[in-house]
């Protein structure tokens, strides 16, 4: 199975994407990893974004369609893949329909609201990068990582005016690929309030493992 995870930050997407993957033996794939694994085996592409990124440029739609492409022809997806963070734009999706035909996209649905407090509250660890939550999900030892010992601290892009800008940024340039999907009839939208195990109940249900 085929799926696109689509939603605002902090939606939960990567952490159901990371259980989801498990589950149904697939790979999660965000544009963030194929950029680094394109770089840190030195492919063609991979050269092309080391050089954009370290210009401190953004990398073209269509260098990332082509990395998706190259992505997608490994032998782990033959079952299935999830992705993550991709498409951002029309044009991206445009051009991700030239590259599968069969696939479902999954919309997180959550209020503003609980996006902000849901991210303003994450912390996360600077040694292990292990993710909490102060309210949902906080530490056995304010401040401490159970896992490592590592000091939590609150990401620059967590903060109120950062996740602020994050929404706006994501309402003009990927909430517009709700609607392209649901047009094409390939969209199901999924509570994305909930917390990740009764979310991985719901998405089960609705998408069973075949």
Known sequence: ???????????????????????????????GDIFRAAIKN??????KVKGIIDAGGLVSDDITCALVKERLEQDDVKNGFILDGFPRTIPQ?????????DVTVVNFVIKDEIVIKRLST?????????????LTMPPKKEGICDKCGG????????????????????????????????KRGELSDIDGATQTDELLRDFKKKFPNK
């Open 1 to 31: 199975m085929n799926f696109i995870f689509l939603g605002p930050p902090g939606a939960g997407k990567g952490s159901l994407a990371v259980k989801v993957a498990e589950d149904y033996k697939i790979p999660h794939i965000s544009t």
């Open 42 to 47: 030195q492919t063609e592409l991979g050269k």
């Open 93 to 101: 999706a445009e051009a991700f329909t030239g590259i599968c035909k």
């Open 122 to 134: 994450r912390r996360v660890c600077r040694k292990c990068g292990e993710n909490y939550n102060v």
């Open 151 to 182: 000091e939590l601290y609150q990401r620059d892009d967590d903060k109120q005016e950062a996740i602020l800008h994050r929404m706006d940024v994501y309402r003009e340039q990927t909430e517009p690929l709700i609607d392209f999907y649901r």
